[in-house]
Structure formats: C-alpha cells, structure tokens
C-alpha cells in the first residue's frame, strides 16, 4: 500500500477501465509472427516460414521461378531486386552472377541463363543470415510495411491488415486489373472502411469479395480457400485483432496457433 500510495500519478482502476485500449497492429511482433505463419501455411503448406528462405520452383504459374519466404519471382522484378539489394551488401556473393541473366527474364515465365544451376545456388544462398536478412527486409518494404500502413489509415485492426498483406503478397500492387489497389479500388465500390465511417467487418467481407473475383481471374490461383477457409471465418467469428487461439484450413490441411 505504501508503494502505491507514493505513485499519485497512475489512474485509478476505475480510470484505467473507461480508457480505450488501442488495438494491436499487425506490425506488433507476436502479430507479425501470426501473419508469417499464416501466409507460410498457404504458400508452402507448412508454418515453419523460416524453413522457407531456401524454397524454389518454379510453380506453372507464367511467373518463372518462385522463391523465398514471400515468393519472390523471377518474372516480376521483386526476386531481382532481392538478390540486388543482397550483392549490394554482400558483393561475389553465389547469386551475384545471375543479376543479367534476372534482368533478361523479368517480365517473362523464362529461365534463359538461370538454369541448371540457379535453385542449387539460391538454396546455397538461403544458409547465409545476409541473404535471409535480405528477404526480410525486402518482404517488409514491397509487401508487409505498404499493406500494414494502408490498413491502418483505412482502420483496419490487425484482421484487415493481414487481409490487405495477403493481397499484396498473392497479386502484387501494380496497375492490372487484379492488383491488390485495385482489389481496393473494387471493394471501395460497395463498402466503406472504418476510416470513412463504415462498419469494420461489412468492408472487409466486401474486400474479400473483390479478392475472390481477382484469384479467379487467374487459373493458378483460382483455388480460394487461403480466403473461404481462413479469413472468413476469422471474421465471422469477429476475430477482428487476429487474437490466438487460430484454427484454419488451406487446401484442405488444418492448421492451429494456441
């Protein structure tokens, strides 16, 4: 008692109890982990993410190979920008020698001066922390940082943020139809975010609605259960903080985080 009573300034628990509690962003790092998981188990049907640093192939999906913790791509300019940004901090590494050859495809499903012997060489460069840093970093400036700060400015909890990262992460955020601005864009068109005076939850499920239409605009992502079975029913259970315990389905296999 006399420890509290030389500490006037904190409120009282009746104070403390009438004052909104801000909400955790998915940028918190145990909500981060979460959303590393739940990206994990749809792209590589597994929760270890950081397992992930040294997968390639090459998915039939018209974007050359596939790699990395957020599936970098060779034929959409983000798997060259990682392995830029790692020789530029770590020059002669193994991957160094490809950067021609990933300026060539970019664009394209081609893997001209790429094989036979890039995937050895990625997965020999996913051993090196300056390579797995690399990832990280580039994930958080071209994915998880723009999704996260566009959710917070539309008022999004932690649910809606993770709803705009994996967008991103699937479609990107370019000028096609099917980017995630303009799955935005489409939601936009039915629904207002917090932000704008809607309701939370009638904006998301109007934002899913758009991403669905997007997913089936393309035959390798036209599956939509990382949507149906997952986000869904995190939002029907107004599961709007992305709180634990999680349990969810992609592709039909179950997944838990207590």
């Keep these: 008692m006399g ?4 500490t006037p300034l904190l409120a009282s628990p009746g104070e403390a109890a009438t004052r909104p509690l801000a909400a955790v962003g998915l940028d918190d790092p145990a909500k981060k982990e979460i959303a590393m998981k ?25 974007r050359g190979y ?3 913790i957020i599936g970098f791509c060779s034929g959409t300019g983000d798997m060259l920008d ?3 940004l790692y020789t530029d901090r770590k020059p002669g590494n193994v991957l160094a020698g490809y950067l021609p050859a990933l300026r060539r495809v970019d664009g394209t499903d081609s893997h001209s001066g790429l094989d036979p012997n890039f995937p050895r ?3 020999r ?6 390579f797995q840093q690399a990832q990280n970093d580039e994930r958080d400036r071209v994915y998880f940082n723009p999704a996260v700060r566009q959710g917070k400015t539309d008022g ?13 992460v699937m479609h990107g955020d370019g000028d096609d139809p099917t980017s995630f601005r303009n799955i935005r864009k489409r939601a936009l068109r039915s629904a207002k975010p917090p932000a704008q ?6 904006y998301l499920n109007a934002f899913l609605d758009a991403r669905v239409w997007a997913m089936k605009q393309e035959e390798a992502h036209s599956d939509t259960s990382r949507v149906d079975t997952v986000q869904r029913v995190f939002l029907r259970n107004g599961n709007l903080d992305l709180n634990p315990p999680l349990d969810w389905k992609v592709y039909g296999d179950s997944y838990h985080i207590g």
């Excluded at 749809?42 to 090459?58: F, G, P, R, T, V």
């Excluded at 005076?197 to 009638?202: A, L, P, Y």
């Design 125 to 130: 460069a996913a051993q090196d922390t300056a």
């Design 197 to 202: 005076g809607g309701n939370e939850t009638t």
């Design 66 to 68: 596939t790699a990395g």
């Design 82 to 84: 990682l392995v830029q």
């Design 3 to 6: 420890a509290l009573a030389a």
């Design 156 to 168: 999004l909890r932690a649910l809606g943020q993770f709803a705009y990262y994996d967008a991103i």
């Design 38 to 62: 739940l990206v994990s188990s749809a792209e590589n049907s597994s929760l270890d993410w950081k397992a992930q640093y040294q997968y390639i192939e090459d998915i039939g999906d018209g």
């Design 121 to 123: 060489d990625w997965r």
